[in-house]
């Protein structure tokens, strides 16, 4: 159950779904806060919402945590995730050149 909220969190932020990315990421929250949760996926499920949190914000024009980001995109040693958060940091630099 929290693999499919985490993919279909990642998924819909990718497509730019914000209100199913939110409904994702809570399901996600629920799953952790289940006795049943393993402690092994509950504090990688952790990183995945903090990380889906930020992508979130991006997606509703909040444009801080851009040094988090930042710091994901060179830590990570998944090419899959770089594209993601790659997508993310583009967003915001965007977003950022927008507002100037």
Same mark, same amino acid.
């Given at each position: 159950?929290?693999?499919?909220?985490?993919?279909?969190?990642?998924?819909?932020?990718?497509?730019?779904?914000?209100?199913?990315?939110?409904?994702?990421?809570? &399901?996600?929250?629920?799953?952790?806060?289940?006795?049943?949760?393993?402690?092994? *996926?509950? =504090? @990688?499920? %952790? $990183?995945?919402?903090?990380?889906?949190?930020?992508?979130?914000?991006?997606?509703?024009?909040?444009?801080?945590?851009?040094?988090?980001?930042?710091?994901?995109? &060179?830590?990570?040693?998944?090419?899959?995730?770089?594209?993601?958060?790659?997508? *993310?940091? =583009? @967003?915001? %630099? $965007?977003?950022?050149?927008?507002?100037?």
């Amino acid at each position: 159950r929290g693999l499919v909220a985490s993919n279909l969190g990642t998924a819909c932020l990718q497509k730019g779904d914000r209100a199913g990315a939110a409904a994702a990421l809570e &399901e996600l929250k629920q799953v952790i806060r289940s006795r049943h949760c393993k402690e092994k *996926f509950r =504090e @990688k499920a %952790r $990183r995945i919402i903090a990380y889906q949190q930020i992508c979130l914000d991006v997606l509703n024009g909040k444009r801080g945590r851009l040094k988090e980001l930042e710091q994901d995109y &060179e830590n990570t040693k998944s090419p899959f995730h770089k594209l993601s958060v790659g997508r *993310f940091l =583009e @967003k915001v %630099r $965007r977003s950022k050149k927008l507002a100037v």
